[in-house]
């Protein structure tokens, strides 16, 4: 009997890591993440009896890539999803090398294995669900993108790019409805604030009990995962709120017109 498979995915920054330790702390869950994950490996991993009976990918990276997920076996789709300003605000504060042998460090949202790679996939994706607006944003962002020079050390125009990411990353969703591929919305802020609720409430859609582990996924875990995430703390619910210290008026003011009207959509204000 084939494995049932969990996907986890949405923008990153928004939470699927926090997810994903969550979920493979339950003992008929096995977590796998983008940094371990290969794409040829999939029937392996649906067919491997270590991995039964809910094998779970945690795959941001993969948003877009509905048809090769939706023929998957009794698939369960949770789809992270975070305040915008927060997500931009992360996205601009992680920093990763340029290249392994490079001591030079740039953000996550002008790097470009970061935002600029995932926006790229995205208007792949969406070529023929981009209305003017989204054409006007990303003809700007294609502007911005190629001046690197300035980009680097601009943060105005790195609120920008983070806000055009989360906002494609969301506009993913209608490829969702489109090929009826169900899924669950999962609010940060809530998994959060109120994880046992949260994680009830998603447990009972895969028909699975409440375990305690979910909530000591970091005594369970050690080292970083990818996005320098510690796999040792525990849920805090004081990362919710942290772009009003660190995102100016001017900045809060760019994003909205970018974000605001998908944002209010899902209850963001």
Same mark, same amino acid.
């Given at each position: 009997?084939?494995?049932?498979?969990i996907?986890?995915?949405?923008?990153?920054?928004?939470?699927?890591?926090?997810?994903?330790?969550?979920?493979?702390?339950?003992?008929? *869950?096995h977590?796998?993440?983008?940094?371990?994950?290969?794409?040829?490996?999939?029937?392996?991993?649906?067919?491997?009896?270590?991995?039964h009976?809910?094998?779970?990918?945690?795959?941001?990276?993969?948003?877009?890539?509905?048809?090769?997920?939706?023929?998957?076996? @009794?698939?369960?789709?949770?789809?992270?999803?975070?305040?915008?300003?927060?997500?931009?605000?992360?996205?601009?504060?992680?920093?990763?090398?340029?290249?392994?042998?490079?001591?030079?460090?740039?953000?996550?949202?002008?790097?470009?294995?970061?935002?600029?790679?995932?926006?790229?996939? /995205?208007?792949?994706?969406?070529?023929? @669900?981009?209305?003017?607006?989204?054409?006007?944003?990303?003809?700007? +962002?294609?502007?911005?993108?190629? @001046?690197?020079?300035?980009?680097?050390n601009?943060?105005?125009?790195?609120?920008?790019? %983070?806000?055009? /990411?989360?906002?494609?990353?969301?506009?993913?969703?209608?490829? +969702?409805?489109?090929?009826?591929?169900?899924?669950? *919305?999962?609010?940060?802020?809530?998994?959060?604030?109120?994880?046992?609720?949260?994680?009830?409430?998603?447990?009972?859609?895969?028909?699975?009990?409440?375990?305690?582990?979910?909530?000591?996924h970091?005594?369970?875990?050690? %080292?970083?995962?990818?996005?320098?995430?510690?796999?040792?703390?525990? *849920?805090?619910?004081?990362?919710?709120?942290?772009?009003?210290?660190?995102?100016?008026?001017n900045?809060?003011?760019?994003?909205?017109?970018? /974000?605001?009207?998908?944002? +209010?959509?899902?209850?963001y204000?």
């Amino acid at each position: 009997m084939q494995n049932k498979t969990i996907l986890i995915t949405g923008c990153q920054r928004s939470g699927t890591t926090l997810l994903n330790l969550i979920l493979d702390s339950h003992p008929e *869950i096995h977590g796998i993440d983008e940094a371990d994950f290969k794409l040829e490996l999939l029937q392996s991993y649906l067919n491997d009896s270590k991995f039964h009976p809910y094998v779970s990918f945690k795959l941001p990276n993969f948003s877009a890539a509905v048809r090769t997920f939706e023929v998957l076996p @009794n698939l369960k789709v949770f789809w992270s999803i975070r305040d915008y300003r927060d997500v931009i605000s992360s996205m601009i504060n992680l920093t990763l090398k340029v290249s392994m042998d490079s001591s030079k460090t740039l953000s996550w949202v002008v790097h470009p294995n970061g935002a600029p790679k995932e926006i790229k996939n /995205c208007i792949t994706s969406l070529q023929h @669900n981009l209305d003017d607006d989204l054409m006007h944003l990303i003809e700007k +962002y294609k502007i911005i993108i190629n @001046n690197r020079s300035v980009l680097e050390n601009d943060r105005e125009q790195q609120v920008f790019i %983070g806000a055009l /990411c989360w906002r494609l990353k969301q506009e993913l969703l209608s490829l +969702y409805d489109s090929n009826k591929v169900d899924y669950s *919305i999962i609010y940060y802020e809530n998994l959060i604030r109120k994880p046992k609720e949260e994680l009830s409430n998603l447990l009972n859609r895969l028909n699975l009990k409440w375990h305690s582990d979910m909530l000591n996924h970091h005594k369970l875990h050690t %080292g970083i995962s990818i996005g320098k995430t510690d796999n040792t703390k525990p *849920i805090d619910s004081s990362n919710a709120g942290k772009w009003k210290a660190f995102l100016t008026p001017n900045e809060i003011t760019i994003a909205e017109k970018i /974000c605001a009207t998908i944002a +209010y959509s899902f209850g963001y204000q």
